[in-house]
C-alpha cells in the first residue's frame, strides 16, 4: 500500500532554531499533502496543505513565514518551523491523498520539542 | 465553518460492544472517515462512508446518515489494544474539499 516515511520522528532542538521535516511518499506520487499539529490530548489541526510544484495554502492562523513548506517534487514534501520556540512544542503529522482511491496515507509523526 | 462533535473519553469491558457517536456541522460533505490513534503515533484507517447506512469490516462497523449529520463507530468483541483514541474525520466539497477536519477524539479505555 501507499506509504508515507516522515523523518526526524523526534527532534529536541533549542529556542531561536531551525528545524526541518520530510516526508517522503515511498511508492507514489503524493500531489497533495497536508501538515498537522496535533497538541496533548487535543485533535489533528491541519496547518497547510501543499501542491507540488506550487505554494502552499495555509490555514488561518498559520505563519507562513514561520512554518516554511516546501513540495518541491511528487514524492517529497517538507515542514521547516523557523526560529522555534517552546510554544512550537508539538506531534506534527503529514499525510498524503492517494490519487485513484478516497483514502489518505499518514507518516508517523514527529515529536518536536523546543527547549 | 465545519464542527464536528465527538465524546472525549469512553470506557468498556473486554469482550462488550461499544459505539462511538460523532455529530457534524459542515459547510459540505464528501465523505466522513474514521481513525483509530495510539498515543504518539500517527493514524490508521478505519473506515469510510459517503452514502447513507452501515459499514461492516470484521470487529468494526460504521454508520452515517447524512440528513442527521450522524455518524458512528460501533466495535465489537473488544480487545486490550483497542485502548486508543478514535478520531472522527469529514471531507469537505469545493475549494480545498480534499482537506479532512478532525473531531478532538474519542480516548476510549478497555478494562478487563
Known amino acids: 500500500g501507499a506509504v508515507v516515511s516522515q523523518h526526524p520522528s523526534r527532534v529536541i532542538c533549542k529556542s531561536g532554531t531551525s528545524v526541518k521535516i520530510e516526508c517522503r511518499s515511498l511508492d507514489f506520487q503524493a500531489t497533495t499533502m497536508f501538515w498537522y499539529r496535533q497538541f496533548p490530548k487535543q485533535s489533528l489541526m491541519l496547518m497547510a496543505t501543499?501542491?507540488?510544484?506550487?505554494?502552499?495554502?495555509?490555514e488561518q492562523g498559520v505563519e507562513k513565514d514561520k512554518f516554511l513548506i516546501n513540495h518541491a517534487s511528487l514524492t517529497l514534501s517538507t515542514l521547516t518551523v523557523t526560529s522555534a520556540h517552546p510554544e512550537d512544542s508539538s506531534f506534527y503529522i503529514c499525510s498524503a491523498r492517494v490519487e485513484g482511491t478516497y483514502g489518505y496515507t499518514f507518516g508517523s509523526g514527529t515529536r518536536l520539542t523546543v527547549v | 465553518g465545519q464542527n464536528i462533535d465527538q465524546p472525549t473519553e469512553m470506557t468498556a469491558t473486554e469482550g462488550a460492544i461499544v459505539q462511538i457517536n460523532c455529530t457534524y456541522q459542515?459547510?459540505?460533505?464528501?465523505?466522513l472517515f474514521w481513525y483509530q490513534q495510539h498515543a504518539g503515533e500517527a493514524p490508521t484507517f478505519l473506515s469510510y462512508n459517503v452514502l447513507d447506512g452501515l459499514e461492516e469490516k470484521g470487529r468494526f462497523s460504521s454508520f452515517l446518515s447524512r440528513s442527521k449529520g450522524y455518524s458512528y463507530l460501533l466495535l465489537k468483541e473488544l480487545q486490550m489494544k483497542d485502548s486508543a483514541s478514535y478520531l472522527c474525520a469529514v471531507r469537505g466539497l469545493g475549494a480545498g474539499s480534499y482537506q479532512l477536519t478532525f473531531g478532538k477524539g474519542t480516548k476510549l479505555s478497555v478494562i478487563p
Open positions: 501543499s501542491n507540488e510544484g506550487s505554494k502552499a495554502t495555509y
Open positions: 459542515t459547510s459540505g460533505f464528501n465523505g
